[in-house]
């Protein structure tokens, strides 16, 4: 989950007029941590994991299985020793996207001893029983990484109807109503990434063909209120999404590190790189979408399409006239560089620069591989916060960061 500040996000159109601001600024901050932090040493090894919930709601009766959309309700609940102390928690507790989400945490960071990989399976357990405590009957709480009737009519409990004209993500399938409502930064969100776009999100996931599957498989968006827009984007033979929804409503395991020092992080940022594939393909249990088997093992191009908020100039649809950059993947994507020396040799990808942003950096001292991991400046900030433009005299970092 990202940072949730406080006050009212700015919709795109407002957000733009700061877009340069914001990226100046940006840079100017990471100059200023990164010489604040450059010489720190030996701090602890601390590691935690962030797991995902899904809540949904069982009718044996009725044989139906919904998403449940308590999750501000019950967060309310799992906070409030938090907000009462935050000393000796064992759990700690934040909202994600959807409203049938729950994140949970360790109350602190584990360590570098090997003991203390006997405590996450009993964590783990514990933050469930905590949720549990808090369910009525039929209420249940999963760890699944997507629902698999995420977008069929009525998958939410209690009922929410798309609206596709007037809605954040204008989807035909994912209602207003299964987006998290204890913070406006969600929906927000989804209403900037498509209206930057200039269009709704799209992604295509190919059917998994069996004896039964029509050939071609084509669906018909008419009667679900489309404007033509679902028609023009959907591919025969594939299952299409259209919504936010899709990829940040699903749910999964993170993990986050604290290295000793700078030189550690970037090492162990580059020798993470080749291992999370495999992990992702160890772990893929992500075959259904809208209720329909799909040819795909796991939410990574769902989560990667439906946060494109590129415009069609910048996918390299349409020629530059707008827009300054073609740029080749989506903002949440892999990555295009490593950070360490060891690793220098195998940068081999392209990488798009703003060449004002790149010289700030170089100019301030910066080396040029650390420089090019903060290449993705070239892109639009999602979402901005007023009251968070100028947090404070920017004095220190001009001078810092030699403007």
């Not at 996931?205 to 050939?215: A, G, Q």
């Not at 908020?309 to 649809?317: M, S, V, Y």
């Not at 990808?349 to 910066?366: F, N, W």
């Not at 400046?377 to 007023?386: I, L, N, S, V």
Request: with cysteine; hydrophobic share 35%.
């Amino acid at each position: 989950m990202g940072l949730l500040t406080l006050g009212s996000p700015l919709s795109w159109s407002e957000t733009k007029k700061y877009a340069e601001h914001i990226r100046k600024h940006g840079i100017l901050q990471f100059i200023h941590l990164y010489n604040k932090l450059k010489d720190r040493k030996n701090d602890y090894l601390k590691w935690g994991d962030e797991v995902e919930y899904t809540l949904v709601h069982l009718d044996d009766e009725k044989k139906e299985a919904r998403l449940l959309l308590r999750g501000h309700e019950i967060l309310t609940e799992l906070r409030r020793k938090e907000d009462e102390s935050a000393e000796n928690l064992v759990t700690l507790w934040r909202p994600e996207f959807a409203a049938y989400m729950v994140e949970g945490t360790p109350g602190r960071p584990y360590g570098g001893l090997i003991s203390h990989f006997n405590m996450v399976e009993a964590n783990m357990r514990a933050r469930k029983e905590e949720v549990k405590a808090l369910l009525g009957p039929n209420e249940h709480i999963l760890c699944i990484t997507a629902f698999p009737r995420i977008g069929c009519p009525l998958f939410t409990h209690p009922e929410a109807l798309p609206d596709p004209h007037n809605s954040a993500s204008r989807s035909l399938f994912y209602p207003d109503e299964a987006i998290y409502q204890g913070h406006p930064r969600f929906k927000t969100l989804a209403r900037n990434i498509r209206e930057r776009r200039g269009e709704k999100v799209a992604m295509n996931l190919p059917i998994f063909r069996d004896s039964k599957t029509p050939k071609p498989f084509v669906e018909d968006f008419s009667s679900l209120g489309d404007d033509g827009e679902a028609a023009r984007a959907s591919l025969p033979d594939h299952v299409y999404l259209d919504a936010m929804g899709f990829g940040m409503g699903c749910c999964c395991l993170q993990m986050t590190f604290q290295a000793q020092d700078i030189t550690e992080a970037r090492y162990l940022y580059d020798q993470l790189t080749p291992l999370t594939p495999i992990v992702l393909a160890m772990s893929a249990a992500t075959p259904v979408f809208r209720g329909y088997l799909t040819d795909v093992d796991c939410r990574w191009s769902v989560i990667s399409g439906s946060v494109d908020d590129r415009t069609r100039e910048e996918r390299g649809l349409e020629p530059l006239k707008n827009d300054r950059f073609v740029i080749n993947k989506s903002r949440y994507d892999t990555i295009d560089s490593y950070l360490s020396e060891c690793s220098a040799p195998f940068n081999d990808i392209p990488l798009v620069y703003d060449e004002e942003l790149l010289q700030m950096l170089l100019d301030a001292g910066e080396c040029l591989r650390a420089s090019s991991h903060v290449h993705r400046h070239r892109r639009d900030p999602g979402q901005a916060h007023g009251a968070s433009l100028h947090p404070r005299p920017r004095r220190a970092l001009r001078r810092e960061g030699g403007h």
